[in-house]
């Protein structure tokens, strides 16, 4: 699952995955290159997954109601289908799917 942390600053949003994440929309291949793009402010962050699919991405800058697409590109080089999320500030979890 992706899950959306914010830390001292809440400008700043952390995602990271769980390996082996039950969700299969929000679960990673082994040493896939995760894309996390906020369309708000057009700006995103590249995060490397490890060999279980876990991953831990720098922050990115983000507030209440953005929206965030994450997708990733697999060791063989193909891209999955992008997920889009609507960002909830002060709960985790991966906020709700955009419409």
């Known amino acids: 699952m992706v899950v959306a942390l914010y830390e001292a600053d809440p400008t700043k949003l952390v995602f990271s995955a769980e390996p082996q994440a039950p969700d299969d929309r929000l679960s990673f291949p082994p040493r896939a290159l995760v894309s996390i793009y906020n369309?708000?402010?057009?700006?995103?962050v590249l995060a490397p997954a490890g060999d279980d699919g876990s991953f831990e991405a720098e922050p990115l800058t983000g507030q209440e109601g953005d929206t965030v697409r994450i997708w990733y590109e697999d060791e063989g080089g193909e891209?999955?289908?992008?997920?889009?999320?609507?960002?909830?500030?002060?709960?985790q979890?991966?906020?709700d799917v955009c419409r």
Not at 39 to 44: A, T, Y
């Open 39 to 44: 369309d708000d402010i057009d700006l995103g």
């Open 79 to 91: 891209m999955s289908d992008e997920l889009c999320l609507l960002v909830a500030l002060g709960r």
């Open 93 to 95: 979890g991966a906020g």
